[in-house]
């Protein structure tokens, strides 16, 4: 009895472990047969057109629903995280009626107060802030303090969505909208912007093709150009894609100047991108931003000049254009797409650097902050040369003679703009390290000299020269 | 009765197992990593940028993936084939890999020894010298990265914005 029972139970329990091994086996395998077929599908490139989009759609939910994982990505621009020097930080800010944002970025001047001095009397010493993501263009100009100071409808060109805005200002001729919204004071412009950049401000809507929208680019660019030997330069005939990949960037991420009386937009690129071209472009035309309350000196503002630093260095030599670092290809599924969430490359060092430098990424951030943090040393320095140089004239007004007084006052507009445009160049010295340093280097001379002529000093060697024509003097002959 | 019943079961079970693991493998391509033909190496879409710049590589007429990326025995050959066919399966399946994919330390000391293997009379007269070489550290691929496969080729071929630094 118990033995023929012992018999019966042992098949039962080797066929009950046999099916329960084979189901695991089959459902493995099937799960895994599912999984290459998932695979194979994402790897197919599905695209729908499910609205159809023109030159009249500026909304960019509504390029989304053609394009919704580069849409997402493009959302993402609200995210605020820092890197060792980039700022976009998440500050509270109580709202209030004038200014509804719950947070804002960090207060520059807060950090640096020196800022404040080399901006007195103009409106970026009562409110300058770190960037955001591009989500925040609009909002940041619209509620930012230097609306105080009633700026001109231009500003807008580069914070707000603008195709539909410029057609609908200029009935269907763009270049006559431009010119309209120059005209205007920034709060009547402000009311045709319903958007910050968008899908329709880089891409055709037809091709997906990248384009240029922004007149001032089209006329900078075209100045540049003339400058090089090509004549009649039209960026969007003669640019190639890896060219267009920096240029839609350039549309905005450069310096420029109102050009009066109209207060026309202007790219000074008259005479290169290097900084020495562009002051001497603004003197030619005899730009005077403001004038400084403590010195009397005539003075220009430079604005993030990323286009311009980039150009100067080893990356623009080597072919690599903004949207390779700063919106690198990603991987969504079996698909690549370029990462439309745009920010520091810090952010994404596999997906950007080691797409060419094949080292560890711990490695390529101490690279990239080993020079950071020569260039915030240099700066630093830099800065206190140009506080000198204030402090002295103020002082020292009464006593000079107008041509010492001058030429002081030169210096200052000078290394004033210099120390402006490689600081407010967001990448800490990164996009050209060594023209940075030699920029700082230059400037902190230009300071010194503008001391040394209050001073009764004698006139500098090779100053005139090497300080508006660079190349001329000092530079060795091709 | 009994047992000839639970035969059938089982051998049921059995086939089933194999046909389903039999169409994975075939609709896979799974016997395509058995060969050589480096188009195998870009059956998911992951190592395409990196075919591709074989294809434009210096190295294309020369070697093909497995000459520089497994060991010229056969012993050894097979078993990175494994083991990097086992892992580089797992990541996929899992989804959990870089967007650039980097070499393992492992498979970098596999390559140098291919380039080793080929290059064998200019590497030995490297390793006489006393700044370069396998005792000193450097890879071949530390200056030579792109021979074999460069996915920035197409950087290379596009004229540059660096005229500007000529303009002065």
Known sequence: MTNGNVNQRRPRRFLLTTVVLAAIAVFAVTALLINIFERKQEARNPFYRVVELNDTVSDPAVWGKDFPMQYDLYLRT???????????????????????????????????????????????SKDYRERRGHAYMLDDQTFTERQQANPP??????????????????NGDMMKGFQAINH?????????????VACIDCHDPQTMQLRVTRPAFMEGIKALKATQGVQNYDVNKMATRQEMRSYVCAQCHVTYYFKPPEKTLTFPWTKGLQVENIIADEDEN???????????????????????????????????????????????????????????????????????????????????????????????????????????IKSNKEKANPAQLARARDSQRRCGFMIDFIMSENSMGFHAPQEAQRILGDAINQCRLGQLALHGGPEPSHFAASMAEPGKADAPQK | MRSGNLTSVLAILLGTALGIGGYAFTYAKGYSYLLNDPAACANCHVMRAQYDGWIKSSHHNAAACNDCHTPHNLLGKYAVKATNGFFHSFYFTSGRYPDNVQITPFDRDVVESACRHCHQAI??????????????????TRCHISVGHSEAAAFLSTPTFGSNHDKR
Not at chain 1, 104 to 113: F, G, M, N, T
Not at chain 1, 184 to 189: G, H, L, R
Request: hydrophobic share 35%.
């Open chain 1, 78 to 124: 609200v995210d605020q995280q820092r890197t060792k020097y980039g700022g976009s930080e998440a500050m509270p800010h109580s709202p209030t009626e004038a200014d509804p944002r719950s947070a804002v970025a960090r207060s520059k001047l807060e950090q640096d107060p020196r800022l404040k001095v080399m901006w007195a009397g103009y409106a970026f």
């Open chain 1, 153 to 170: 409808g231009a500003c807008l060109n580069c914070h707000a969505s603008m195709v539909t805005v410029y057609n609908q200002a200029g």
């Open chain 2, 123 to 140: 590497t030995e007269e490297i390793d006489a010298g006393n700044t370069h070489g396998r005792a000193k550290g450097i890879a071949c």
């Open chain 1, 184 to 196: 205007m004071k920034y709060a009547e412009a402000r009311q045709f912007a319903k958007h910050p």
């Open chain 1, 286 to 392: 005899k730009v005077k931003e403001w004038e400084h309350p403590d010195t009397g000196a005539p003075l220009i503002k430079a604005r993030h000049p990323e286009f311009e630093v980039w150009s100067m260095g080893v990356h623009a030599r080597s072919g690599v254009a903004c949207a390779d670092c700063h919106m690198p290809y990603t991987r969504m599924g079996g698909l690549k797409i370029s990462d439309h969430q745009v920010n520091s490359p810090l952010l994404k060092i596999n997906r950007s650097c080691q797409t060419c430098h094949h080292f560890p990424e711990e490695e390529l951030r101490e690279r990239v902050e080993e020079i950071q943090d020569r260039f915030f040393r240099l700066r630093n320095t830099a800065m206190d040369a140009l506080m000198d140089l204030i402090n002295d």
